[in-house]
């Protein structure tokens, strides 16, 4: 397994974990981004907008996300470089595929977030908002210094959960070819005739990175919780 | 309510003579709402005198709650005009705001934020809206705490109170804004029978201190205690205003002697 | 519109294999995920631990790596190829198969005890204290709230099995995913197979969702199947 590794496949995998490990940070932030104004859209109040919200998460998380992934891909794939051929001087111009996968990926996953955070913020009693309105805060103000907390906190356990699926999400990327950990432990196991070195390291990047997670979420539920100690 | 006896009546001289604008605190001139077609208060009229204290009174469902959210436009409504202190309430506006900040509120679910220390749930505001630095901030926050008894508590975290103290922190938290008007609705409402009696007397000192209050409230011995004037509203409509004395004993209105025989034994 | 059509059907022979995968999968990993759950209930200890931690491993990697391996990992090992093995692990079906069942297991089993933990004490002692046999008192008193408690994140942990279904079309399994993607790679035409493909899966959910509140409604006794959320 050493031997692998120093012949430059330690450095592959090396990079492959820095970009399954960007696209993943990058998802998991938007996918939240994502779940906030969709849930402030949904309750804006505006005609349908809750309506079109549910639909999103509903279809979003009914279709398997690789036919997902495919679709909003080369949508934006072609999207994209269509625009850039728009604009003067930028006509040979290519966007590295990274962009369109992060928002692929933000987009899929932004719909679990939707939901978690619609659920979420239904929990937070109507009076909490009643009590900063009435106690002058604006709405912006109200909503990061009042709600948004108390919403984290509820879902805190669940953001746990979101943060392992957005790596694990980020698997599919190598189907579209991106060099993410999947796919550099393939081509490692079919070029070397050594697969059980290769995908037993992916497999133990993931194992360490579900544990790393739960181990941080776990700590952050822990903080959290003080304010819930001898509650009534 | 036994509370009532022991309540000393406040002393009115000082605050007559304050009185010098003649300005009232809030002027609600034919006010009316509706909730989509279900008319919720009608043609409200109701004056209200820098330092008077008036207690709100009536049966379920007959709008009190819902008057005094639009005091403080918590509600919009739909017909009439709301003043306070001259300023006019208009939805959506910014007077909302100025209003907001001399009106404060106390609920009767407390509506502290549970994610905050009782000392941060009284800086909060100071700091975001007023921009009191934080120091300045704490200081007030530790004034008003001990004016309602719990500086001890500022550390802890309101779901660590037990219901009284919550209320009283709720108190303190609006008071904290240096408010000139001080909204209750039914704040002792949920609370367990032994705790009323603190939030009662921690009102007591508000109305001591010449604090313009309106209170919507079940505890009639704390009314005669401490109201210049209590209203008495049914379905939507004032039905009867009067002070004290003359309300509980001698009620003009049918609908009033009727209430009365229900509430007081 | 005649091309539609064409495709339609073409990608609609891959929906037996994709409803046989989903439900064979799913009825082994809830076999699996029973007995599983039922043993760390039932003899806590190390070994208990040691299944839990083993589990969690397997929920943390992607379904996609486990495929991978299953299926151009496992034909190398002597012990696979030269026995009766070879026979399953030689079809790109049965590979999809195992891997399905093995994840659900490792998700399923987590709900099955989430879901017992959540029972009331009080019930459980209630139960005996009317004299009922252990067997009786799971019966009467922990299934039904199990039940109860786990309605919710079994549906989710179902239509995320069905999504996944959809990856074993990346070890050459031809599902719905599989045609889709063959049509996509032939035409260059993204939108269509792929959005057809889409249709038909969001039927797939609907009428699974539907199958199980009322399973749920006909199971549980008094109380109606929970809103689904998370
Ligand atoms: N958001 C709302 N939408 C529709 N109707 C409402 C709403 N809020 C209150 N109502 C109705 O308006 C009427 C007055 O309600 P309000 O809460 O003001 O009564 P209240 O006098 O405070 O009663 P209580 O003593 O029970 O608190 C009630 O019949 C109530 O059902
Ligand atoms: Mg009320």
Redesign the pocket.
Known sequence: MIDYLASGWGLQFLSAIGTSLTVAALGFFFCILIGILCTLFARSGFRGSAGLVSLYTYVFRSLPDILLLILIFYTLDGAIQALLHLVPGMSGVRLSAYVPAVISTSIVLGAYATELFRAGWADIPQGQHEAGRSLGFTTLQSLVLIILPQVYRKIIPHLGSLCLISLKETALLSIIGIPDIVRTASIGARSTGAPFVFYGIAIAIFVIFAILCSRIFAHLEQRVRQDRAGAR | MSAAASIPMPDKGPIAMNDTSHTPAIEIVGMSKW??S?H?LEDIDLKVKQGERIVVC??????????IRCINGLEDFQRGRIVVHGQELRQRARALDDVRKKVGMVFQQFNLFPHLTVLENCTLAQRWVHKVPGSVAIDIAMQQLEKVRIPEQAQKYPGQLSGGQQQRVAIARSLCLRPSIMLFD?PTSSLDPEMVREVLDTMADLARDGMTIIC?THEMGFARGIADRIVF?DQ?RIVEQAPPAEFFDAPREERTQRFLEQVVR | MSVLLDYLLEILQGLGTTLSLFVIALVIGFVLASAVAAFQIRFPGIVARSIWSLMFCIRGVPLLLILYVVYYGFPLLPFIRETVLWTVFASPYWCAIICLAFVEMAFTSEIIRGAYYQTPREQVEAARSLGLSGFQTFRVAILPAMLRNGFAPYTTEVILLCKSTALAFTITVMDLMGYANEIRARTLDIYHPLLIAGCIYICIVVITRLILSTLFNLVAVGGTAPEDRA
């Open positions: 909730f989509g279900f919720v009536g049966p379920s469902g007959s709008g009190k709650s819902t008057m039914e919507v509203m939507g």
